[in-house]
């Protein structure tokens, strides 16, 4: 109503973290809350710099190529200087991936930490000098009890994550987080520079009416994948075609989807035979979030955060969204074996 004051009692993502490591009691310490307080000044310092970019010669390539044989950006280049920088210096971690690093860091004693952290600093690079949504993602592991820190404490299925999100650099920053119970939704209040709570316990409504695919790679899909988009864009019974969209920026579609249902997906197709996508920096992270949004996150094949990753930059196939549209899929695939 007109008369309705400004609220004085705003939910920081701080907060809110807190308040949920209070109700486990005991075994809460305040690490992992540090952390996502580094993880939060990284992703307000990448947001600044690509609000920035086009005026401080931040768009374009950096001239190098990373492990994936894709050629980076400088603000690649520039967000995984950041993270790793932010990160090490938390005192909270003992390994780092990144989607830029060849090789995990396995961080020095000094600064060593319980955490290791998998992240894409940069997520939708291609669309970076075009000023569409690009984001930042990252997935957060305990190191298992008797361990200094070592690569087999990120070679582990998605299931064993504590923490995984993502920052969305759009019209507004926002951080989508889950730490186990739950997502929630933050947008950046810049003048604060504080993400404050605006989507508590989002929830994937069961079933969508939008698909997100690069349908630029038909000729190359596999049957299954094939049949399900027909059964999407020409149904039968009377049902509506469902509506396109895809922007080509993982968070960004994946966003999309987690707030209007639907399903995204990159399968593996003829010419990539594990998809595009990264296990553990890219598909683990985002099926976390899905699952603990009430979605489904599937290979077409398998649950997606039962693999158990071999290598920390391998590629799997990726569909995920509205538990009753991501099944359907699922039900293609089954009829194709
Ligand atoms: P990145 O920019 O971190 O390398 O990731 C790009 C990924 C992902 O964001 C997106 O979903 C996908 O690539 C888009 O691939 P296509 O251009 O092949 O559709
Ligand atoms: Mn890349
Ligand atoms: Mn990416
Ligand atoms: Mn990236």
Redesign the pocket.
């Known amino acids: 109503s007109k008369d309705e004051l400004p609220s004085t009692d705003i939910i920081t993502l701080t907060r809110h973290v807190l308040a949920q490591q209070f109700q486990l009691g005991a075994q809460a310490t305040g690490d992992l809350t540090m952390l996502l307080t580094a993880i939060q000044t990284t992703s307000k310092f990448i947001a600044t710099n690509v609000r920035k970019a086009r005026l401080i010669n931040l768009v374009g390539l950096a001239g190098d190529t990373n492990v994936q044989g894709?050629e980076q950006k400088k603000l690649?280049v520039l967000?995984n200087d950041i993270m790793v920088n932010s990160l090490r210096a938390s005192g909270k971690t003992a390994v780092l991936v990144s989607?830029?690093l060849e090789d995990a860091i396995i961080i020095e004693d000094r600064y060593k930490g319980k955490y290791c952290v998998v992240f894409?600093?940069?997520?939708?690079?291609s669309n970076i000098d075009a000023g569409v949504n690009i984001g930042t993602?990252f997935g957060i592991y305990q190191i298992t009890p008797d361990s200094t820190g070592t690569i087999s404490d990120v070679l582990r299925p998605g299931s064993e994550m504590v923490a995984a999100g993502y920052t969305m650099y759009g019209s507004s920053a926002n951080l989508v987080l889950s730490t186990g119970h739950g997502v929630d939704g933050y947008t950046l209040d810049a003048a604060l520079g504080e993400f404050i709570l605006t989507h508590p316990d989002i929830k994937i409504p069961p079933r969508g009416k939008i698909y997100s695919f690069n349908e630029g790679n038909s000729m190359y899909f596999h049957k299954p994948v094939i049949n399900y988009l027909n059964s999407i864009k020409y149904p039968t019974n009377g049902k509506s075609p469902y509506s396109a969209r895809y922007i080509g920026s993982m968070v960004a579609d994946v966003h999309r989807t987690l707030l209007y249902g639907g399903i995204f997906g990159y399968p593996d197709d003829k010419k990539s035979k594990s998809g595009k996508l990264r296990l553990l920096?890219?598909a683990f992270p985002m099926a976390f979030l899905t699952e603990q949004a009430g979605g489904v996150a599937t290979t077409g094949r398998g649950r997606i955060l039962d693999i158990q990753p071999t290598s920390i930059h391998e590629r799997c196939p990726v569909f995920l969204g509205s538990r009753d549209d991501v099944n359907d899929v699922i039900k293609f695939y089954e009829e194709d074996s």
């Open positions: 894709e690649d967000s989607e830029e894409d600093p940069l997520d939708g690079s993602i920096y890219e």
